[in-house]
């Protein structure tokens, strides 16, 4: 399963390895790929994990959801 994510705050390599570390702490994720260009994150995942739990871990990072696809 792989859903895309719009975040907003990341402007360098050390916020796309912040926002990377954060989801890849989730329980299921199999990968997590940061494009700072788009500011979207492509996150593949084992099992669904619901978009609120993607959401909280990103904003506990310090950054901002603003859609999730």
Do not use: F, P, R, W
């Not at 299921?28 to 494009?35: R, T």
């Not at 669904?48 to 859609?67: F, M, P, R, T, W």
Request: with cysteine; aromatic share 2%.
């Amino acid at each position: 399963m792989k859903k895309t994510l719009k975040v907003e705050g990341m402007s360098c390599m050390y916020c796309a390895k912040h926002v990377k570390e954060a989801l890849q702490e989730l329980e299921g994720i199999k990968s997590a790929e940061v494009d700072l260009k788009l500011k979207m994150v492509k996150v593949e995942m084992e099992k669904s994990i619901e978009d609120n739990i993607l959401k909280i871990a990103i904003e506990d990072a310090g950054y901002e959801v603003i859609e999730i696809s």
